[in-house]
């Protein structure tokens, strides 16, 4: 049996899966508005958090945590707004890049909070299955 593929610039029809990215844009657009205010917060309050781990003695500087997470949500805000009104290709490939990070971030965060965890991994493996596979079905959002 022969299979039939679309023609050479002819975009395939949309499909259920285009609501996971819709879905999937519009969590990362409330991921980075919700980082970027906590980064702000941090930015504002400079502390410095000590701890005692089983390496050793850890200082956190609160301050740099909080640049280094206003700029990544930031970013995170972003690629989910050009995702989701541009449907641009380099979007759809900066969302898999970030959401495949918050991936392996959720598993390291897995010892500290197993159900939140569980859950965003669950999401971001969603997500990425529906950026990676019907990523070609997305079209920009007309207004």
């Known amino acids: 049996m022969a299979k039939a593929y679309a023609q050479p610039g002819v975009r395939p029809r949309q499909t259920g899966w285009v609501g996971w990215i819709w879905f999937g844009a519009l969590m990362m657009i409330l991921m980075g508005l919700w980082g970027m205010f906590s980064g702000l917060v941090a930015v504002f309050s400079p502390n ?3 701890a ?3 390496y050793g003695l850890a200082t956190v500087d609160i301050s740099t945590w909080g640049w280094v ?7 995170v805000f972003v690629v989910g707004v050009s995702l989701l009104t ?42 990425l299955w529906a950026l990676i596979v019907h990523g070609g079905e997305l079209r920009p959002v007309s207004t």
């Open 48 to 50: 410095t958090i000590v």
């Open 69 to 75: 997470h206003l700029v990544v949500s930031a970013l």
């Open 52 to 54: 005692w781990t089983t």
């Open 86 to 127: 541009t449907a641009a290709t380099w979007a759809r490939v900066t969302a898999i890049v970030l959401v495949g990070l918050e991936l392996l971030l959720q598993f390291a965060a897995l010892p500290a909070t197993p159900w939140w965890s569980l859950v965003s991994i669950g999401l971001c493996v969603t997500v």
